[in-house]
């Protein structure tokens, strides 16, 4: 993947900026989209190249699509190639439930776009709404003022000196390991109970496929298809069963995990050229951290992460951005409650159910009343997104709008200039 030369040796344009945000995937850039379309000044920096790839299963729910809908991205998503999924088949054992997806102006399918696809257009439409989006530019701490208010970032790119830039606000976008999180200490509200390893590859597809879900006792798998006329096939098992039968090598392990699934899922698998590439996620459990503090947020995985199998990831980071965006525009301590309270309302609820699949202690007697669980959260998170406004496009003077997150009456210190002299942040500066 070629790297966009927009960001080459790139430096930010401004000491100051209303937000900036870490990480530009698809919680950072879709958070740096938001904001910077109501008029804020934004900054989202990435240590990656513009438009690379990374791990994902690719898979969209109805939450996602309808927020890709409500602003603009879904038609080019689709233009770009993205296939437009119109069923959903799970397989229980030998048994099949195949459910059409209903079709509407707003919602015609699901889609999964590769994330080299998908990541792109949300980095576009952030820069198109006049943010500042450099790639291959590293944040190495964050800086506080003597009152542990977090006032920015030091960045550094290949070649140059470290460069202070402050911001009323950091956003952390920047994924489970987040250096955002663990410069501020953000708090663990609640780990995960278990986790479960994937195995992903790719391999060609007929058009026209729809989702396909697979379960037996102590293993599943997935089909999903995407872009360039491939589809994601994903086993999963188990990390404890990942240590003891993938540490000799992962294709074969995958080939056996594939074909105790279904035969025909192994032989769509074997379509795929001999020297394609595995990848592997061993897994984690999954957690809910603190939301927010003195000039901060987190977003995405680097505040909450499930285990993939539920492929409500996307989902997530694309809901929390949007509620996150209209927290920072309010400025108010109330606003960033309000935000953090929601947002653990559905968290909890999808941590729950993905937990009650990942842990493989299931029977398929019993799996599917959990995917039923699961879908009426889903059902009910496209509801209350339906009824959100998108967040207000305001005036860009900022003698015109409250300062975004700005600091209680009482600390009267003003947001920090670049070559301020201030504290690091790196021993935390929790509320």
């Not at 998503?77 to 997806?101: M, Q, R, S, V, W």
């Not at 006032?151 to 202070?164: K, Y």
């Not at 159910?353 to 493989?360: K, L, N, P, Q, Y």
């Not at 699961?374 to 860009?396: N, T």
Request: proline share 6%; charged share 20%.
């Amino acid at each position: 993947m070629a790297t966009n030369p927009i960001s080459l040796m790139a430096s930010p344009r401004r000491g100051h900026y209303d937000a900036i945000i870490v990480g530009a995937r698809c919680a950072g850039a879709a958070t740096a989209m938001l904001l910077a379309r109501a008029g804020l000044k934004v900054l989202a920096v990435d240590r990656k190249p513009y438009g690379s790839d990374t791990l994902s299963t690719h898979a969209l729910m109805r939450p996602a699509v309808l927020q890709l809908w409500r602003w603009g991205l879904l038609e080019p998503l689709l233009k770009a190639g993205t296939p437009l999924i119109e069923t959903t088949t799970f397989h229980y054992g030998d048994n099949e439930i195949t459910i059409p997806l209903a079709s509407g102006s707003e919602l015609p399918g699901l889609i999964a776009p590769r994330r080299t696809v998908l990541d792109r257009i949300l980095v576009d439409a952030a820069r198109k709404a006049g943010a500042e989006v450099l790639h291959e530019v590293a944040v190495g701490d964050l800086f506080a003022d003597t009152r542990g208010r977090v006032r920015g970032v030091e960045i550094r790119a290949a070649g140059r000196a470290s460069l202070r830039v402050s911001a009323d606000i950091v956003v952390g976008a920047d994924g489970i390991g987040s250096l955002v999180a663990k410069c501020v200490d953000a708090q663990p509200l609640r780990r995960g109970a278990v986790s479960a390893a994937h195995v992903y590859g790719y391999a060609p597809v007929e058009p026209g496929a729809g989702y396909h879900w697979y379960f037996r006792d102590g293993i599943a798998g997935s089909f999903i298809p995407t872009n360039d006329g491939l589809a994601c096939i994903v086993a999963s098992v188990p990390t404890g069963l990942f240590d003891q039968r993938f540490r000799l090598g992962h294709a074969r392990a995958r080939m056996d995990v594939l074909e105790a699934l279904a035969p025909a899922l192994a032989a769509q698998a074997a379509r795929a050229p001999k020297d394609t590439r595995l990848q592997a996620f061993r897994g984690v459990p999954g957690h809910i951290r603190q939301a927010h503090g003195p000039g901060w947020a987190l977003v995405g995985d680097a505040g909450f992460f499930r285990d993939p199998i539920t492929s409500h990831g996307i989902s997530d980071a694309l809901r929390d951005a949007e509620t996150l965006a209209r927290a920072i525009l309010d400025g108010s301590e109330a606003a960033f409650a309000a935000w953090e309270q929601q947002r653990d309302l559905i968290a909890n609820q999808i941590l729950d159910t993905t937990d009650a699949i990942a842990g493989f202690d299931w029977t398929l007697d019993d799996l599917g009343g959990r995917h039923r669980r699961f879908s009426a959260v889903l059902k009910a998170e496209v509801q209350a997104l339906a009824g959100q406004p998108i967040p207000v496009r305001r005036a860009p003077s900022l003698a015109s709008r409250p300062t975004a997150h700005r600091a209680p009456a009482n600390q009267d210190e003003p947001p920090a200039s670049a070559g301020s002299n201030l504290n690091r942040n790196r021993t935390g500066a929790r509320p």
